[in-house]
C-alpha cells in the first residue's frame, strides 16, 4: 500500500485539514466578533477502513445568538474527501473538502423513501471546482462554493440567529 493510499494517511491528512479550516474560521470569527467565545470538544469518529479515531469540534459562542459547532463527520466521503458540518439549534450546513480533479458524481435517479421520482440522464456533480473546503449547496444543481470569510459569515448568521 503506498503513502497516498494508506487509510491512516487519508486520515492525518483529513484532521490536518480540519486544523487549517479551524485557524482560518478562528480568524474569521474574531475580525467579526471580538467578544465571541471560541472552545474546542473532542469527538469520536467511527469509520471505516481505520479504527476509530478523535477529532476536535469547535465551538462558537457569540453574544446573544445561538451556538454555532462545526462538527467533523469523517474522511471518507464520497465524492469528496471530508466533511464538516456546521450546526446549531436552527439546523445544519454541510462543508465538504474537494480536490482539484477530485472524482464525480452523477445523479441518475431521484429517489424517495425508495420510490423513484425522476429518472434524467447523467451529468457531472463537480464541475469547475478548486481545491479546499467548499458549502454544499445545492446537491441536485451541483452548487458548491469555495468557503470564505463572506460565505462563513453569512453561514455562521443564518444558523445563530
Do not use: C
Amino acid at each position: 500500500m503506498n503513502h497516498e493510499t494508506n487509510p491512516e494517511h487519508l486520515r492525518d491528512e483529513y484532521l490536518s485539514r480540519l486544523n487549517e479550516l479551524y485557524s482560518k474560521v478562528d480568524d474569521w470569527v474574531r475580525d467579526i466578533v471580538p467578544k465571541a467565545d471560541i472552545e474546542e470538544e473532542r469527538i469520536t469518529i467511527k469509520e471505516e477502513p481505520i479504527d476509530a479515531y478523535q477529532a476536535k469540534v469547535l465551538v462558537i459562542k457569540r453574544p446573544n445568538r445561538k451556538t454555532v459547532r462545526l462538527i467533523p463527520r469523517g474522511r471518507w466521503i464520497i465524492g469528496a474527501e471530508g466533511r464538516v458540518d456546521m450546526k446549531s439549534d436552527l439546523g445544519t450546513e454541510t462543508l465538504i473538502y474537494v480536490s482539484e480533479g477530485a472524482p464525480t458524481i452523477r445523479i441518475d435517479l431521484l429517489t424517495e423513501n425508495g420510490k423513484i421520482l425522476e429518472e434524467r440522464e447523467s451529468h457531472p456533480y463537480l464541475t469547475d471546482i478548486v481545491k479546499g473546503w467548499v458549502f454544499l449547496q445545492n446537491r441536485q444543481l451541483g452548487m458548491l462554493p469555495s468557503l470564505n470569510a463572506d460565505l462563513f459569515y453569512r453561514l455562521i448568521e443564518v444558523l445563530g440567529r
